[in-house]
Structure formats: structure tokens, C-alpha cells
């Protein structure tokens, strides 16, 4: 292997772990925009004594 190709695959690696890198952190990004989304979802949810005649506090699951 000659130091030309040699240095072309070390910029290469390079190149694709700074984008492997960049992907990584706008993942991370989104998964805590979903987080505090979800986390205000949960909080502005009514109670169960808003509900009228207690509909929505029991749940009947049959498997």
C-alpha cells in the first residue's frame, strides 16, 4: 500500500466518523425534544377527579 491511498482511507475514516458523530448528536437532540415534549404532555393531562363522573379513572383489560 502506497502513502497516497494510505492517506486518502485515514481522511476518509476521518470524514465518516465526524459525520457518524454529527448524527449521533442531532439524534441525541431530537430524543430530547420528544422527551420534554412527552414530559409536557404528561403534565397538562387532566386529573381523574376533572373528569366527569370519574369516566377515564378505570381501566378493564382482558387478555
Known amino acids: 500500500m502506497d502513502i497516497a491511498s ?3 482511507e485515514l481522511s476518509q475514516n476521518k470524514v465518516m466518523n ?3 458523530t454529527a448524527l449521533l448528536s442531532k439524534s441525541l437532540d431530537m430524543a430530547e425534544d420528544l422527551t420534554a ?8 393531562m387532566p386529573t381523574p377527579s376533572a373528569s366527569p363522573e370519574g369516566i377515564g379513572t378505570m ?4 387478555l
Open 18 to 20: 465526524q459525520v457518524s
Open 6 to 8: 494510505l492517506s486518502m
Open 37 to 44: 415534549n412527552v414530559t409536557d404532555m404528561i403534565d397538562t
Open 59 to 62: 381501566i378493564d383489560i382482558t
